[in-house]
Nanobody, 116 residues
Framework: QVQLVESGGGSVEPGGSLKLSCLAS????????MTWARQAPGQGLEWVAV????????SYAEAVKGRFTISRDNARKTLYLQMNNLKIEDTGVYYC?????????RGQGTHVTVSS
């Protein structure tokens, strides 16, 4: 079955950086478009970044453009999200999602807290 395991979350101060990882199994990762999504406290799930199956086709939500970078290593079946210049409003649970948007299979999430 599809399994997605996110890791790399933590607590940082504003301006800090984190790199999230998502290890995929149970499906053809190398042929799948993948999405990072997040859920802020009390808010709904929103997409953050999307990457094509071969990499190189990336799209970002306006709120993170220029600060976050999505990438993937198909040989390692791993999706990444490099997050720089983090802001308090980036706080939330981050999920990797199979497919485009927020409706596909996703993992248990990893918590990111940005506070001073």
């Amino acid at each position: 079955q599809v399994q997605l395991v996110e890791s790399g979350g933590g607590s940082v101060e504003p301006g800090g950086s984190l790199k999230l990882s998502c290890l995929a199994s149970g499906f053809g990762f190398e042929t799948a478009v993948m999405t990072w999504a997040r859920q802020a406290p009390g808010q709904g799930l929103e997409w953050v970044a999307v990457i094509g199956n071969g990499g190189g086709q990336e799209s970002y939500a306006e709120a993170v453009k220029g600060r976050f970078t999505i990438s993937r290593d198909n040989a390692r079946k791993t999706l990444y999200l490099q997050m720089n210049n983090l802001k308090i409003e980036d706080t939330g649970v981050y999920y990797c999602v199979r497919g485009v948007g927020t409706y596909g299979s996703r993992g248990q999430g990893t918590h990111v807290t940005v506070s001073s």
